[in-house]
């Protein structure tokens, strides 16, 4: 199954390598990959590209994966589930209006664990959204205005959870939520933002072991804070 599902992955690959690759071209990848130790490379440049979509998520179930996205262009989206243990996921958007979610275990529904998910954007008006797992670390880094930032976490065992969101520009909407029981040395949230009119909220929850660093530097900032037990 794991050779199969390589194989359609490289042949998307050179699909998108092909002349028709152009800012003018949609492209969509769908991927399924179950087994450990893969490593995948995903590329894409234009206008409406899609790694998956809100129906369709592409799916990397197994241990140890290394999953590579870039996407160039503007309305461009992926979305991706991220199943099983000490895996890591890297994505970066260049341009306007994209789109980005990210869910280590669908959203807290499937396993995963002590992963590490990344997401950078260069542009204005973006997305991107982390659904953490348990002991898992995501990391958002933001250049351009209006763009909307969040990392949301949600399990029964958050111990070592650490969620870092670093945004530069004006109008950006910051949000981080961590839930669940922590222990000791459990949740760390960062939120370090230039820009002005921004919105940061940081909310993480029992059982004590909350500590959180919120660096701002503008105007208009509307800051708020919450803590347990």
Do not use: R
């Amino acid at each position: 199954m794991k050779n199969a599902v390589i194989g359609l992955l490289g042949a998307a690959l050179i699909w998108l390598a092909s002349p028709a690759w152009a800012t003018s071209t949609t492209n969509n990848v769908y991927i399924e990959q179950i087994g450990s130790g893969s490593t995948i490379t995903i590329t894409q440049q234009g206008l409406g590209n899609e790694v998956g979509n809100a129906t369709t998520a592409t799916t990397f179930s197994g241990n140890g994966q290394n999953v590579s996205i870039s996407q160039i262009g503007s309305q461009n989206t992926h979305t991706v589930d991220v199943e099983g243990i000490n895996s890591t996921v890297n994505s970066a958007v260049t341009g306007d209006n994209n789109s980005v979610t990210i869910h280590c275990g669908n959203g807290g529904t499937t396993a995963c664990t002590d992963s590490n998910l990344t997401a950078n954007a260069t542009g204005n008006g973006n997305t991107l959204n982390l659904g953490m797992g348990t002991k898992s670390t995501g990391s958002i880094t933001a250049t351009g205005d209006n763009n909307n930032l969040s990392i949301t976490s949600t399990t029964t065992n958050m111990l070592g959870a650490t969620a870092s969101i670093n945004a530069t520009g004006s109008g950006n909407t910051v949000a981080v939520t961590q839930s669940g029981t922590a222990g000791a040395n459990g949740y760390t949230a960062d939120v370090q933002v230039a820009g002005s009119s921004n919105t940061i909220g940081v909310t993480q929850s029992g059982t004590v072991d909350s500590n959180v660093s919120v660096h701002s530097t503008g105007s208009n900032n509307n800051i708020t804070v919450t803590t347990g037990n």
